[in-house]
């Protein structure tokens, strides 16, 4: 596994970004940390100190009665995974995130407004990850937010991964085959500008929500 800041840019900044979050949950505290979605554990480099597991699934389905493992975790995250759920069945998904976490759960996502960036980066480079963002649509936060009040979970909303930015990059890197020289990008911007990042224009927000 490469070092924190060699990892590609986008995961970096969504995984820094939720390690500082989750550090101010902590207190000091070791946690129990469920990580849905992660299928390469990538995210425990960036919490050492607590007890992650991954849970590399990515739907959660009503209809399927697929759910999260029974045991309670002090946090569950679930990021960049939200829009790749259908929307029917995604109030259920953020349901499950909430049964079975005792502190908080995280939830990260890119938004509805970066919509049009997704598709102009979408129709140079071709990526599968982007097409089934189109194919189930990037979440409404006001939507999103509807559902987490319906659940009786209290939020707060951080900015993450500046639009113009993250629009940029994307373009560099499909342009740049060498492996190396794409971690010598993503290591340059990691250091110099991922903690300039976190502000509007987002591409993704990501929230901490609190059982009620």
Not at 87 to 96: A, K, M
Request: hydrophobic share 45%; glycine share 8%; aromatic share 10%.
């Amino acid at each position: 596994m490469p070092a924190n800041d060699e990892i590609g840019f986008d995961r970096y900044q969504r995984f820094q970004a939720t390690a500082e979050l989750i550090a101010e949950l902590a207190q000091g505290r070791r946690l129990s940390i469920l990580d849905v979605g992660g299928f390469d554990n990538a995210l425990a480099a960036f919490l050492a100190g607590h007890d992650l597991q991954p849970w590399p699934h990515k739907v959660l389905s009503a209809s399927g009665g697929l759910r999260l493992p029974g045991r309670s975790q002090d946090v569950v995250v679930a990021l960049d995974v939200l829009e790749h759920v259908p929307p029917g069945e995604r109030r259920y998904f953020i349901s499950e995130l909430a049964r079975v976490c005792r502190l908080a759960c995280v939830v990260g996502f890119p938004i509805k407004s970066a919509a049009v960036a997704e598709g102009f980066v979408l129709d140079i480079t071709a990526s599968a990850w982007l097409a089934e963002h189109q194919e189930h649509g990037l979440p409404d936060p006001a939507q999103v937010e509807a559902v987490f009040g319906e659940l009786g979970l209290t939020f707060t909303r951080h900015a993450n991964a500046c639009l113009p930015s993250w629009t940029a990059m994307m373009l560099l890197m499909h342009g740049v085959r060498d492996l190396d020289l794409r971690a010598r990008i993503s290591q340059f911007f990691n250091q110099q500008f991922a903690s300039l990042e976190n502000r509007e224009p987002a591409y993704r927000y990501i929230y901490v929500c609190r059982p009620g």
